[in-house]
């Protein structure tokens, strides 16, 4: 069985932390033929970049990660519990 708790913060921290990377790699560097603003279209009200639009977008991936964490633990430990032999 799958820890739902850890998966869902695990999967929340690591969207906050690759949104963070992308953020700073479009700030750095904004000639790399990377489509960073594609993140506009990605988060409800994100808008590059401000240090408001910054946090919005923090808090919109880490709940997009931890829904995916939530559901793909919560998945894993249905069909291993229905598979699993007694």
Excluded: D, Q
């Amino acid at each position: 069985m799958l820890n739902v708790k850890a998966w869902t913060m695990s999967l929340g921290c690591w969207m906050v932390a690759t949104f963070t990377i992308c953020v700073l790699g479009g700030v750095v560097a904004p000639g790399l033929p990377i489509p960073h603003r594609t993140l506009e279209l990605l988060l409800p009200g994100f808008t590059w970049i401000s240090l408001g639009s910054f946090a919005l977008g923090v808090v919109e991936v880490f709940l997009y990660g931890v829904y995916a964490g939530w559901l793909f633990a919560s998945l894993h430990n249905f069909f291993a519990r229905r598979w699993t032999p007694n």
